[in-house]
């Protein structure tokens, strides 16, 4: 995917709708002839941007969805190679400025700018995808519980696997993706004894490319499926998409993550390998934060995407999967014992 040297704001249009005073787009002291309209909401995406059929992709169907609905014109814009936290905080501040409202930063990455930046633009509401510890009156922190996905597509790939041997590729070493690794791993030894579960990750951090680097993915997919991996399972990014055409070459199942991934365009060479995704519901919840401000509520605080709620799921789309008695039973057995909580799903 092509990446960019500068901040690019595509799409920056006159305003369809007229907001309030308290939904304005920037601070009195940072006021603009543009801030008394909303352009809409704006997406400042994570490392491996718009494309990455997975994490930023759910976003964008998200603001496109609000666009549609309310008549906005929003934005998006690419993140910088090597970028520092400066460079995020001169980024959400020029959108806020600019009068996009919702302005969303889309990775645990953006904490510190999303702080900062609310803070000087007290009126615009902000919302940051999987961080839940930036605490302001207007910053919604927008959070899912992707281990009870990552247990489901445990309890999958225990019940698929023939050669009692199974993997999991993280992007990064991070508490968050440990998630993933944790309720997998439980959801495979819950329900098959004895089944080996391989846990790599790509990278110690994203700049390394751990979310953004398909070759890495595929190269890690190799090397577990050459120690005997015949289900692999990845929450890696753009890096899944390696690991997903590792897969498919050697004719074993990959498990896709975020996104409903048999569905993507960019991967139908490989969907036939690609038994269920583990998402989580990004689109809606930018989408229902952007609704929010439009309605004149905005929401503020923890708002956590769960199996209860539908916030985090496994995709269906695969009749492989779908039509299997056995593994939907189990997950349905699952489901309802996360929900009631007869079942605890770790999160490391």
């Not at 969805?65 to 905080?89: I, L, N, W």
């Not at 979310?211 to 890690?220: I, M, N, Q, V």
């Amino acid at each position: 995917m092509r990446r960019v040297s500068r901040i690019t704001i595509a799409g920056v249009a006159t305003a369809a709708l007229a907001l309030t005073a308290s939904a304005c787009g920037s601070s009195s002291s940072e006021s603009s002839g543009s801030d008394s309209k909303n352009l809409g909401l704006a997406l400042a995406y994570d490392v491996g941007g718009k494309g990455d059929q997975s994490f930023n992709d759910a976003a964008t169907a998200g603001l496109d969805k609000a666009d549609k609905e309310f008549g906005y014109k929003s934005t998006a814009v690419e993140p910088q190679d090597g970028e520092s936290d400066a460079d995020k905080v001169q980024r959400l501040e020029t959108l806020a400025k600019q009068g996009y409202n919702p302005v969303i930063g889309v990775g645990f990455a953006y904490a510190p700018a999303v702080k900062e930046a609310a803070e000087k633009y007290p009126d615009t509401t902000f919302g940051i995808v999987d961080d839940e510890q930036t605490k302001a009156d207007n910053v919604a922190d927008l959070v899912f519980s992707e281990e009870q996905a990552s247990y489901l597509a445990g309890v999958a790939a225990a019940l698929t696997t023939k050669s009692n041997t199974v993997g999991f590729i993280g992007g990064v070493d991070v508490p968050l993706i440990h998630k993933f690794a944790a309720g997998y791993k439980q959801g495979v030894e819950d329900t098959k004894k004895g089944v080996t579960v391989k846990v790599q990750y790509l990278t110690e951090t994203a700049a390394e490319g751990g979310f953004s680097s398909p070759d890495k993915g595929e190269s890690a997919a190799e090397g577990q499926i050459d120690d005997g991996a015949d289900v692999v399972y990845a929450a890696a990014g753009l890096s899944g998409q390696g690991v997903i055409k590792a897969a498919n070459a050697n004719k074993i199942w990959a498990i896709g993550v975020d996104s409903d991934q048999y569905k993507q365009n960019a991967l139908k060479a490989y969907k036939a390998s690609i038994l269920t995704s583990a998402m989580k519901n990004v689109e809606g919840a930018v989408y229902e934060l952007a609704k929010s401000v439009h309605d004149g509520k905005p929401a503020t605080g923890v708002v956590r995407g769960s199996l209860s709620n539908g916030g985090v799921s496994v995709s269906n789309s695969n009749p492989e999967f779908a039509n299997n008695a056995k593994i939907q039973d189990a997950i349905k057995k699952a489901s309802e014992g996360i929900k009631d909580g007869s079942i605890k799903v770790k999160t490391s």
